[in-house]
C-alpha cells in the first residue's frame, strides 16, 4: 500500500472512531434524558392517580379496607387504572412506619414493604416545590429501588403512597427506545461513507497538489544545484587555468588531462576489479578534480618552473615539493569549506599523482594500491600528456613513443591493470593530442632548447620517464 493511501486510510478511521464515539455519547444522553423523563412521566401519572383514588374513597373506606379483602381489591383497581406502569399502594403513618400494602398485581408479590416495616423515604430534588400535601421520592426495597408519590391525608399523619419498581420504568424506557441503536447504526454507516468520501476527495486532492509541489521544488533544486556545480566546476577550473598559465608551453594541458581522465574512468567502470570503486559519480569527478592535480606549482619560483635546461638536484628537490603544496593547500580549503566527495578525490590526486606503483614515488612514497586509484588514473594520463606535448625543455614525442614508454613502465611506475586498460584507449588517446594539439613554437626567457640537446641531457627512458613524471617544469 503507498504512502499516500496509508494516509487516507488512517485519516478515514480516525473519523470513524471519532463519529462513533460521538454517537455513542449522544446515545448515553438520548437514554438518560429518556429515562428521567419517564420517571417524570410516571411521578406525574402516579399523581394523577392519587387525585383520583382520594376522590372516590374515604378515609374510612381506607381504614375498612384493611380487613376486607373484597375493599382491597376495589382500592388496586383505583390504583391501577390510570395506564401503566401499574402503581402499588400503601398506608404509612407520620413515621413512614407501613400500615398496609397492597401490591399492583402478581408480579409485583416480594418486591412490596412488608406491614409493619418502615418506609427509608429519600425525597426528590424537586419536593421543595412541590404543594405540602404531596411528595415524590423514592425508597429501598429487598426487591430493589421503588419511585413513589406520597399524599396526606386530612389528618395531616398519614400518607396514601403509591409507588412502583424502578426496573418498570427502566422497562418503559428500553421499549421507549428499542429504535435507537439501528437508527445510530445507520446513521453512523451513512455518515462515516461521506465523510469516507468526502475525505479522500479532499486528501487525494491535496496529495496531487504537494506532489507536484514537490516535483517543482525537487526540479527547481536539481536545476540550482546544476547551476552551482556548473559555477563551483567553471571557478575551479578557471583557478587551475590561471595557475596552469605561469608556463605558456603547456598548452592545453588541464582540458587533455580532464578529457583523457573521464574517459579512462568511464571504460573502468565495466572492469571487474574496479567496477565496485568507479560509480558514475566517480567519473564525472574526476574530470574536474584533475585539473587541480598542480595546483601546487603556483607556489614554485618561475626561474626553476620555467627553466628551459636541466634541472640541479636541488632544483628537482624544489619543484617536487609542488604535490605536497597542492595537497595541503586543498586540505585547507576541505578543512574550512566541510568534506566534500570532489575535494577529498581532489587532495588525493594532488598529494598522491607523482607517487609510483613501486614506491619510488613522491612525496610519501606509497606504493600499489595505497596510491588512490584516482592519483593512479591521473598518474598515467599526466605523463603521456608530458610524453606527447611540446615543453620548454624538450619537443614532443610521437604517439607509438609515449605508448611503449607507458607500457614498459607498467608494475614500476604504473598500476599494470590499468596500464593494460590504457593500452586498450591508446587510440582515442592519440585523438584527443591532435585535437588538442599546441602548435605554438616553443619559447622560453632563457631561449628555447633543442629537442635533440634536451634529449641527451636527460639520457635514458627512465630519465625521460622521471623528467614527466615530476611535472611540467621539470
Known amino acids: 500500500m503507498s504512502k499516500r493511501a496509508k494516509h487516507v486510510c488512517l485519516v478515514i478511521l480516525a473519523q470513524a472512531g471519532c463519529l462513533a464515539v460521538g454517537l455513542w455519547m449522544q446515545h448515553r444522553s438520548v437514554v438518560l434524558s429518556a429515562r428521567s423523563e419517564a420517571i417524570e412521566q410516571t411521578l406525574g401519572e402516579f399523581d394523577e392517580r392519587a387525585d383520583r383514588v382520594l376522590v372516590h374513597i374515604t378515609e374510612g373506606f381506607l ?35 407501613v400500615l398496609f400494602c397492597q401490591s399492583a398485581g402478581e408480579d409485583s408479590s416480594g418486591t412490596e414493604p412488608a406491614a409493619g416495616s418502615r418506609l427509608l423515604w429519600m425525597a426528590a430534588a424537586e419536593t421543595s416545590t412541590i404543594a405540602g400535601s404531596r411528595r415524590h421520592g423514592t425508597f429501598e426495597t429487598p426487591g430493589g429501588t421503588h419511585i413513589a408519590v406520597a399524599r396526606a391525608l386530612t389528618d395531616g399523619n398519614r400518607y396514601l403512597v403509591l409507588h412502583c419498581p424502578q ?34 476527495m479532499i486528501l487525494a486532492h491535496f496529495h496531487e497538489h504537494a506532489e507536484r509541489e514537490k516535483a517543482r521544488s525537487t526540479a527547481d533544486g536539481m536545476q540550482q544545484r546544476q547551476k552551482l556545480l556548473r559555477t563551483r566546476d567553471a571557478v575551479i577550473f578557471g583557478l587551475a587555468k590561471l595557475a596552469d598559465s605561469r608556463d605558456p608551453e603547456t598548452g592545453e594541458h588541464l582540458e587533455r588531462i580532464s578529457v583523457y581522465s573521464t574517459m579512462l574512468a568511464s571504460v573502468l567502470r565495466s572492469h571487474p576489479k574496479y567496477q565496485r570503486e568507479v560509480t558514475p559519480a566517480f567519473v564525472r569527478l574526476i574530470g574536474i578534480s584533475a585539473a587541480l592535480h598542480d595546483i ?19 632544483e628537482r628537490t624544489r619543484i617536487q615539493e609542488h604535490a605536497a603544496m597542492g595537497g595541503e593547500c586543498l586540505r585547507e580549503i576541505e578543512q574550512r569549506l566541510g568534506s566534500s566527495n570532489f575535494l577529498q578525490m581532489a587532495r588525493e590526486i594532488a598529494f598522491a599523482h607523482h607517487e609510483r606503483w613501486d614506491g619510488q614515488g613522491y612525496p ?111
Not at 381504614?63 to 395506564?83: I, K, M, P
Not at 601546487?296 to 636541488?314: F, M, N, Q, S, Y
Open 63 to 97: 381504614v375498612n379496607a384493611l380487613g376486607d379483602a373484597a375493599n382491597l381489591e376495589q382500592l388496586r383497581s383505583f390504583t391501577a387504572s390510570a395506564g401503566s406502569p401499574a402503581a402499588s399502594v400503601c398506608l404509612v403513618d407520620g413515621n413512614w412506619n
Open 167 to 200: 426496573e418498570a420504568v427502566e422497562a418503559r424506557t428500553t421499549a421507549m427506545l428499542s429504535f435507537l441503536p439501528g437508527v445510530s447504526g445507520l446513521t453512523w454507516l451513512w455518515t462515516s461513507v461521506l465523510l469516507s468520501f468526502s475525505t479522500y
Open 296 to 314: 601546487g606549482k603556483v607556489g614554485i619560483e618561475d626561474r626553476i618552473l620555467l627553466k628551459p635546461g636541466p634541472l640541479t638536484a636541488e
Open 364 to 474: 610519501r612514497g606509497l606504493k600499489a594500491e595505497a596510491i588512490p586509484l584516482a592519483a593512479r588514473i591521473v598518474s598515467i594520463v599526466d605523463v603521456y600528456d608530458a610524453l606527447s606535448s611540446r615543453r620548454v625543455y624538450k619537443g614532443p614525442r610521437k604517439h607509438e613513443e609515449c605508448v611503449a614508454i607507458i607500457r614498459r613502465a607498467g608494475g614500476t611506475q604504473f598500476d599494470p591493470d590499468l596500464v593494460a586498460v590504457w593500452l586498450g584507449l591508446e587510440g582515442k588517446f592519440r585523438d584527443i593530442a591532435r585535437r588538442y594539439a599546441n602548435v605554438s613554437p616553443p619559447t622560453s626567457p632563457a631561449g628555447p632548447a633543442p629537442v635533440e640537446a634536451q634529449e641527451v641531457e636527460y639520457g635514458a627512458e627512465r630519465e625521460c620517464l622521471l623528467a614527466a613524471a615530476v611535472g611540467d617544469g621539470e
